[in-house]
């Protein structure tokens, strides 16, 4: 078969009501608006409502996704979500969206590759289009990361927050524009480094999980720091230099907004000045699988991703996993 170009049609955001700013959190923890905006960037995040899931937000994200490219929940051949804080282990959190978007039966399943999940998402959509199996394929990366989340725990607490964001993949039509080209990794001896470590069939829940918290999201963030603060770079450059482009290339980079300095390292490793780097982190935190489509449908609006641009996205997470995509906008 005739491989084609898939290119990001339109995207869709949505993030809960409720902002949590690191004031909030000092008030029972002990840390300060300085201590967690000096180290990680952040200064607020959003937080999902009681009842709120993942499916919730994505399925909000979708609605906007698929009104912006003026194409109906009824036209969509797949939908294929990411997500590390899924409603449930199964069935898939993309085929709640599905039905609560009114999709009918189109394919869906969900991808497990923790923050790197986005990316990994819009690969496997790019391939279904590529291919010719898939026409319009719905990529949604959907978090409600605060369910799962220590509240005593400094070390996790001020870093997450909840929010989804949606792609619309169709077929290229314009000379050059669309999917340029992936490269995914893993490397399993760091799956440890970040974890949930119970609610699979490893540790299935017990009075003894529950009562050793060992149901809540788990990270070694300096091993996550170092393994970041490496990888990003190197995935990036296979990915632009691979396909014979140069960083100069490159008009915007958006990476996965987990730490403001891992930003910053990455993009002084890639050449990049501050104006070629998007970053939302400050309003948002680490909002996971969702992160870099929100940084997306916000570049956009604001005019910092124009038409005929070369984005280059990265992101990284447990397992411990990479993953970055070039793209024609």
Same mark, same amino acid.
């Given at each position: 078969? !005739? ?6 049609? *339109?995207? =869709? #955001? ?23 905006? !000096? ?9 999902? *409502?009681?009842?709120?899931? *993942?499916?919730?937000?994505? +399925? &909000?994200?979708?609605?906007? %996704? ?14 294929? #979500? ?9 069935? *898939? !959190? ?47 990366? +959907? ?20 929010? %989804? ?39 299935? %829940?017990?009075? &003894? #999980? ?12 300096? &091993? ?11 995935? %990036? ?6 396909? =014979? ?27 990049? &000045? ?12 680490? !909002? ?42």
């Amino acid at each position: 078969m !005739t491989r084609r170009r898939a290119k990001v049609a *339109a995207v =869709g #955001t949505y993030v809960p009501e409720r902002v949590v700013t690191n004031d909030d959190l000092s008030l029972n923890l002990d840390t300060s608006d300085e201590w967690i905006g !000096t180290r990680t960037g952040i200064r607020q995040r959003r937080i999902a *409502a009681d009842g709120q899931a *993942a499916s919730d937000l994505g +399925a &909000e994200a979708a609605r906007r %996704a698929l009104k912006a490219a003026q194409a109906q929940p009824g036209e969509l051949d797949m939908i294929i #979500t990411a997500s590390l804080s899924p409603d449930m282990l199964f069935p *898939a !959190t993309a085929s709640l969206i599905s039905g609560l978007i009114g999709a009918g039966s189109p394919a869906a399943f969900d991808i497990s590759a923790a923050c790197t999940g986005f990316i990994y998402a819009l690969a496997a959509g790019e391939s279904f289009i590529a291919s010719g199996r898939a026409d319009k394929v719905l990529v949604v990366g +959907a978090e409600a990361v605060s369910k799962m989340i220590d509240w005593s725990d400094r070390a996790t607490a001020v870093l997450f927050g909840d929010g %989804a964001g949606a792609v619309l993949l169709e077929p290229a039509s314009g000379e050059g524009e669309g999917i340029i080209g992936f490269d995914l990794g893993n490397d399993p001896a760091g799956a440890a480094e970040l974890s949930l470590p119970a609610g699979g069939s490893r540790l299935p %829940a017990s009075q &003894e #999980t529950v009562s050793g918290r060992q149901h809540f999201l788990r990270m070694n963030g300096r &091993e996550v720091f170092r393994f970041a603060t490496r990888i990003v770079s190197e995935s %990036a450059r296979r990915v632009v230099e691979g396909h =014979g482009l140069r960083m100069e290339d490159v008009d915007i980079f958006i990476p996965h907004q987990a730490n403001i300095r891992i930003i910053d390292v990455a993009a002084r490793k890639l050449g990049f &000045e501050p104006g070629k780097v998007f970053s939302n982190i400050e309003r948002y935190g680490n !909002t996971s699988c969702a992160s870099i489509p929100l940084c997306l449908d916000e570049a956009e609006r604001q005019g910092r991703l124009r038409k005929g641009d070369l984005v280059l996205m990265t992101g990284f997470g447990a397992g411990l996993s990479w993953g970055s995509c070039l793209a024609r906008w």
